[in-house]
Every structure is written in C-alpha cells, then in structure tokens.
C-alpha cells in the first residue's frame, strides 16, 4: 500500500453507497427533507423540554463547528529554577529546618 497519498478509492467527501442510497431514499420519499433543519424546528418549538432542546444542540455543533483537537504540552520538569540565587530544593529544606 503507498505511504504518504491516497491511491484509489473514493475522494474525500464522497459518500459511501449505502449512505448515497439514504439521501435518494429520503429525497424520494420527502422532497428536500433535511434532518438538521428538522431538529432546528424542534429546538425552536416552545414545547421542546430543556433536555431535549441540549441534545439537539449536541448533534447539531458537529455540523456547523469543527471539532477541535486536542493539544500535546512538552513541558521540561529538569529546568533549574531557582530564587535568590537558591533552588527550590534548597528553599523546601531551609523552610522544613525553620519549622
């Protein structure tokens, strides 16, 4: 299998059959129905309980934020810092004697 490129296949965006299958399914069925939208209408209803208007909310995000990723800190735990001139060892013990 080649690294580093897509060769063959479906492009990116492309539905899978069964998916495209769905979608004619559904536009025959229910000219221009849009599920999103449908949910939209639902959230929007004054009857719509509370918990019900947050899980639409949580389905609909996907579709208009990107979901954000996560990051890497590398932080170095051997720095040297010091104060006053001493490190924090020195200080924990010189405050551990004073005790």
Known sequence: MPQ????????KGTPNKKTQN????????HKGFDPVLEMINI?????TPT???VNILKDITPYIYPKRKSIEA???TDANLSYNGKTFDELIL???NNC
């Open 74 to 76: 590398d932080i170095n």
């Open 51 to 53: 918990d019900l208007k």
């Open 22 to 29: 769905l979608m004619e399914l559904i536009e025959e069925k």
């Open 94 to 96: 010189e405050l551990s």
């Open 4 to 11: 580093g490129f897509k060769a063959g296949g479906r492009k």
């Open 43 to 47: 959230y929007m209803d004054n009857a």
